[in-house]
């Protein structure tokens, strides 16, 4: 797509309402717009240029990879006036109403709250009911590992479909669907997005926005988004929306609760080097600031997890060993525990369960002994 038809499809997307979330007004539109997922985007689009798509797709991934998004454009596909190589054009009439949800063949659901036998029931009409305005109906089904009994009423539909309609179904876990339904559906895996696939993202929409940025914040962002572009999208229109002047590491972490680097690394110190009291000062200022102590808690497990991988290339294997003590310890936190001061107290004890380094116990040991040897004696008696 041209950079003149794309900034006509954002227009018609973003002038609807006075404000559009980031995600929604960035939301790709056509196949070539989807950012990582280049082995979906490929298969899809030849089955669609051979006219060789499935009546029945499962997609499978993390929240925030594009599921729902393909969906809507493999719909658009399936009834684009105008497709160019297995890619809709998203200027058709069909292709525009199914963008700006007008059309009545595309029928969206949340089996989160539609999951009943009588929910899939009162589906059915509708599925052997001929498209009204498209080519093909296309049911796009999300959360559908929430579907229990229901699916009995369409087992049936799902082996025999009617020729005009497809179902795309989309899970987080496919693990919690039948395997008979499986088994009639073609699959696909979207996994997590990369760090440098998200940061490219990210640098489209604030050149679009023209927002001063450093690289640290961007950069720090797509970590925190843990391969969910959504979430990406998200952390960024919230500090956009903040009005800051300019986009900086700090102000990410401000909006978000978080500790900076230097702070996290010193508590990791003081549970692999068993110096309590001063893990338990950094939990004392963190709480001053108003650093939210999950977060606070999952960048540490980061830190520890980023040593152990390095690690394993060095021959230092005693670290090692306090690394995965560490880590387990911090593994065996439950943050939903213990009410309010609940987390507070499990990373206490975390630090006072940690056994002092050797170098520390020597230093200790050493300023035992000195002490003893100057010790005056006592007067003689």
Not at 30 to 43: H, K, L, P, R, Y
Not at 224 to 253: H, I, N, S, W, Y
Not at 359 to 374: I, K, W, Y
């Amino acid at each position: 797509m041209t950079s003149i038809s794309r900034a006509t499809t954002m227009s018609r997307v973003t002038t609807s309402a006075p404000h559009q979330a980031l995600y929604r007004r960035w939301r790709a539109q056509t196949f070539s717009e989807i950012v990582g997922q280049q082995a979906v985007v490929v298969t899809l689009r030849n089955a669609v240029r051979t006219n060789a798509v499935a009546h029945g797709l499962l997609f499978v991934g993390p929240r925030g990879t594009g599921k729902t998004s393909m969906a809507r454009i493999l719909a658009k596909a399936l009834n684009c006036t105008n497709l160019v190589d297995g890619e809709p054009d998203d200027t058709c009439e069909a292709c525009v109403a199914i963008r700006d949800g007008r059309a009545l063949d595309v029928v969206e659901m949340d089996a989160a709250s539609n999951n009943k036998v009588d929910d899939m029931r009162d589906l059915l009409p509708r599925v052997y009911t001929a498209p009204s305005d498209l080519r093909r109906k296309v049911f796009i089904v999300d959360e559908v590992q929430r579907i229990k009994e229901g699916w009995d009423v369409l087992l049936k539909t799902l082996e025999e479909p009617p020729d005009h309609v497809a179902f795309i179904f989309c899970t987080t876990d496919s693990s919690q669907i039948r395997p008979a339904v499986v088994s009639r559906l073609q699959r696909f895996d979207f996994r997590r997005l990369t760090v440098p696939e998200i940061e490219g993202k990210l640098h489209r929409i604030l050149a679009d926005d023209g927002r001063p940025t450093d690289e640290d914040a961007v950069h720090l962002i797509a970590q925190l988004a843990a391969g969910g572009m959504r979430d990406a999208e998200g952390m960024l229109d919230q500090l956009l929306a903040g009005g800051t002047e300019r986009l900086t590491a700090d102000a990410v972490r401000d909006l978000l609760g978080l500790a900076d680097a230097e702070t996290v690394r010193a508590f990791v110190k003081a549970l692999l080097e068993g110096e309590a009291l001063v893990g338990i000062e950094v939990l004392d200022r963190l709480e001053e600031r108003g650093r939210d102590l999950r977060s606070f808690m999952d960048q540490a497990v980061e830190v520890v997890r980023a040593e152990l991988g390095a690690s394993l290339v060095s021959p230092a294997a005693a670290r090692r060993g306090a690394l995965i003590s560490t880590g387990r310890r911090l593994a065996a936190i439950d943050p939903a525990r213990g009410g309010p001061g609940g987390l507070r107290f499990q990373l206490e004890l975390a630090l006072l369960d940690s056994p002092p380094s050797d170098s520390h116990s020597e230093a200790r040991a050493g300023h035992v002994a000195a002490s003893a040897t100057v010790r005056p004696e006592p007067p003689a008696a």
